[in-house]
């Protein structure tokens, strides 16, 4: 199995939950934006417990970052995560997914599903390729978006969040067939959705109900 041990060269919360880690990066590690690797913590029991993240970063950056949302109170892996910092050891493992930009469209993000599209968006950027790709972001309350004004700098006008308990108490949306078909593209592009299961599952049905065919459809496998 691959693996590579690598120091923790910075961390910073960019939510109230979710924590980035920036790493060394392995010398001809490499990976397409919208992978991500098997992560463990070097630290004495804790090397062989692997939780699968996405590279936020991009591949030509000479470091590699992690946007991770800490799942406090669960005693899981993301927890222990609060307690890794600058000086600190992961270990990163093989490059897998399935996620990648094959064409401008709609990308569709629940929470920290938000991340394997950080690394397309901000690969677009770079390749002065974002004109024609939109984000609809759904999260619970404003404090749960993550780079909000990264997302607004790289997307303008279409960077639309969807929240489902607004502070203002004003009603919440989520993203439905609706709201899907007010925000179709032209036919021919792409629509990336990355979130739980259950969100990623009925998007993808309320597509295809809408006629967005199959193969147009990005997801984790
Ligand atoms: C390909 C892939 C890429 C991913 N990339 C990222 C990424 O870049 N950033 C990121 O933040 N996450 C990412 N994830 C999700 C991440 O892997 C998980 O959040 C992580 O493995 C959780 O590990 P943990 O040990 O802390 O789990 P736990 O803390 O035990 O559980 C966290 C997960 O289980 C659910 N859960 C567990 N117990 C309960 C409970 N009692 N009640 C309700 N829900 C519960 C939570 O909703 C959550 O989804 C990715 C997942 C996949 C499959």
Do not use: W
């Amino acid at each position: 199995m691959e693996k590579h041990v690598v120091k923790v060269i910075n961390t910073a919360f960019v939510t109230h939950n979710v924590k980035r880690f920036t790493l060394q990066k392995p010398v001809g590690y490499t990976f397409i934006s919208g992978q991500a690797t098997d992560v463990s913590i070097n630290k004495p029991g804790l090397e062989d417990e692997l939780r699968p993240f996405t590279f936020t970063c991009l591949n030509s950056d000479d470091h590699l970052e992690f946007t991770i949302k800490i799942y406090k109170g669960h005693n899981g892996i993301t927890e222990k995560l609060l307690d890794v910092n600058a000086g600190d050891e992961l270990i990163v493992h093989e490059v897998f997914g399935a996620i990648n930009f094959k064409g401008p469209g709609l990308f569709i993000a629940g929470g920290a599903g938000l991340t394997p599209f950080i690394s397309i968006l901000r690969q677009l950027k770079k390749d002065n390729r974002l004109a024609g790709n939109k984000l609809l972001f759904a999260n619970h309350t404003e404090d749960d978006i993550i780079i909000k004004d990264e997302l607004n700098e790289m997307l303008d006008g279409n960077h639309i969040d969807i929240i489902s308990e607004p502070k203002s108490g004003k009603p919440g949306k989520r993203i439905d067939k609706d709201l899907l078909k007010q925000h179709l593209m032209e036919t021919g592009n792409y629509y990336y959705i990355c979130g739980p299961d259950p969100f990623v599952a009925q998007i993808k049905d309320d597509l295809v109900d809408l006629g967005v065919p199959k193969e147009q459809i990005v997801i984790e496998e």
